[in-house]
């Protein structure tokens, strides 16, 4: 069979087709057998050719070759008259991010900076315990800051309530049997924690004084467990966690017993012991003046004589204070009652009067670390959750002291430390990662994040002080007031604007409990660590009282 001849094949034959060469077997066939001629173009009469042919005209040479200033500003013109390059920024979505719509993405969180996800510049070579010990922590928790998933991660505010509440629900396990001459401490730990997070633990009231009554001594003042000699340590945080639950559960106390108990372990050089006979520091002075302050005692005068020299002793030559005078190592835990002591019995601004400042102010500043951000006790030492307390706690009295309307520390470095390192997924806060979860941490932890949330003010009235002789009960603390708005930070952590009630600048809270918004925690009172509406209530609970 013929193929007949396409209609443009004319176009492009320009000599009679050559066939296609046939095999033995067809030769001597017809014709009509042959398969069909393939047509061959004429490379003379293309279209147009394959490759196009450069021209021949010698290009000029731009004025640049000559010139290093005519080719920047060639550069420059092209630049603008290039229409390639896109200037503009993108443009924004017009569809919200839905989990229903895979088309348009979800809203990612902002990168961490560099100073929270890299090793610092400078860097000790010699190598030692301490130091190996820093690197190995950093390198735990530099992904968790550095997450490009989850930067911050929100705060598990359901496990660690959970987490809290099995402490006073549950039966404790075995391991925690040497935590038996400290269960006030447990009481207060567990009911801080949750009210901090927005859980009203009036609930727990007659629990609390049906628990406390027993450990209250007749001699004033309360042991760690049934039996226990009195301590000023379980007095504390039994007072404190009456305080918590409100009403009349302070009632609960022997005020005049409590008051010569007191006076029986005050020491000439203006300490106490923390219990008869016991050891003394200045941990035992906050225990003993929060106690007095929160039950509204009068003062004599040799309850707090020579207390105020006695704490400017305590400070060292790195700046922060020791338990007792004498050279010992400046503490974190003992900085925090040394200054909340002061600001018990004093305005704040009076600070300047008694302590070193500057030296104190840097001594606190190297206390946070980076890139973790988080708090250290000591000089070489690690950062720990619960120091998020007892250093971020100093730093509400010192900007107080100092009258400053700046930031004088990273609340960014605690808050980014605090969010992705302390939390277990399990419930409770911890240590630091690798650590676990415990019902103190928790407690100090949360107060920590309330630190770096909230900026407290003291107001001049006049009545501060104690009037020596005269008796009356200590003023200064109950003039402490806080406020959201911190002077000098517009967003507490960077590209969350809105945190921690927002975020990435959604309208809806996350979380709500107990009227706090997102990741927000109560604020607390900067010296008594308790919220300050209990604080407040305590107040007006002994002021009603007359006499004893």
Not at 331 to 354: D, M, Q, R, S, V
Not at 380 to 395: E, H, R
Not at 424 to 448: E, I
């Amino acid at each position: 069979m013929i193929f007949p001849p396409h209609p443009q094949a004319a176009n492009f034959i320009s000599a009679p087709s050559t066939t296609i060469s046939r095999s033995p077997l067809m030769r001597g066939a017809d014709a009509s057998s042959r398969r069909p001629q393939r047509l061959v173009s004429n490379p003379k009469t293309r279209l147009r050719p394959r490759f196009p042919k450069h021209s021949k005209k010698k290009k000029e040479m731009p004025s640049s070759c000559t010139s290093s200033t005519a080719r920047i500003e060639e550069i420059f013109d092209d630049s603008e008259n290039d229409s390639s390059l896109n200037t503009k920024p993108p443009p924004m979505a017009d569809t919200p991010w839905s989990p229903t719509n895979l088309y348009v993405p979800p809203k990612m969180p902002p990168k961490t900076p560099d100073v929270f996800s890299t090793l610092p510049v400078l860097r000790d070579t010699y190598i030692t315990f301490t130091s190996t010990e820093q690197d190995n922590t950093v390198r735990k928790v530099i992904p968790l800051l550095s997450s490009r998933d989850d930067p911050l991660p929100n705060l598990k505010r359901k496990i660690h309530i959970e987490f809290l509440e099995a402490g006073l629900n549950e039966k404790l396990p075995s391991y925690m049997t040497v935590l038996d001459a400290s269960r006030p401490w447990i009481i207060y730990w567990c009911l801080t924690g949750l009210s901090l997070l927005g859980v009203d633990v009036t609930i727990y009231r007659e629990r609390v004084i049906s628990s406390l009554t027993p450990l209250q001594n007749a001699i004033g003042g309360f042991g760690g467990s049934h039996g226990h000699m009195s301590h000023l340590a379980p007095s504390y945080a039994a007072v404190l966690s009456l305080a918590t639950v409100g009403g009349n559960a302070l009632s609960l106390v022997d005020r005049r017993t409590m008051l010569k108990w007191l006076l029986s372990i005050k020491q000439p050089n203006g300490c106490f012991t923390v219990a008869v006979g016991g050891e003394s520091d200045v941990r035992a002075i906050y225990c003993a003046l929060t106690v007095i302050s929160l039950l509204r005692l009068p003062v004599p005068k040799e309850l707090i004589e020579n207390t105020l020299e006695y704490l400017a002793s305590c400070q060292t030559y790195e700046g922060g204070f020791a338990a007792t005078p004498g050279g010992n190592e400046a503490h974190g835990g003992y900085t925090f009652c040394a200054l909340a002591a002061l600001c018990i019995l004093l305005p704040p601004k009076k600070l300047n009067e008694t302590v070193d400042m500057p030296a104190l102010v840097r001594w606190l500043s190297m206390r946070q670390y980076a890139p973790e951000g988080g708090l250290s006790g000591r000089t070489n030492k690690l950062v720990d959750g619960c120091y998020s307390t007892w250093i971020g706690g100093c730093w509400a009295l010192i900007e107080a002291a100092l009258g400053v309307d700046m930031p004088l520390w990273s609340r960014e470095g605690l808050i980014r430390y605090i969010m992705a390192a302390t939390q277990c997924p399990y419930g409770g806060l911890r240590d630091k990662p690798g650590k676990g979860a415990d019902s103190y941490h928790t407690c100090y932890v949360l107060l920590g994040l309330g630190n770096a949330m909230y900026h407290h003010t003291f107001e001049e009235t006049g009545e501060e002080a104690a009037l020596e002789g005269e008796g009356l009960p200590l003023m200064a603390p109950f003039r402490w007031k806080g406020s959201k708005v911190v002077p000098g930070v517009e967003t507490l952590v960077e590209g969350f604007e809105g945190w921690p009630d927002m975020r990435f600048g959604d309208e809806a809270p996350v979380t709500v409990s107990g009227g706090l918004k997102g990741d927000r925690v109560a604020m607390c009172h900067p010296i008594f660590n308790i919220r300050y509406e209990m604080v407040e209530e305590a107040r007006r609970w002994g002021d009603g009282l007359v006499g004893f």
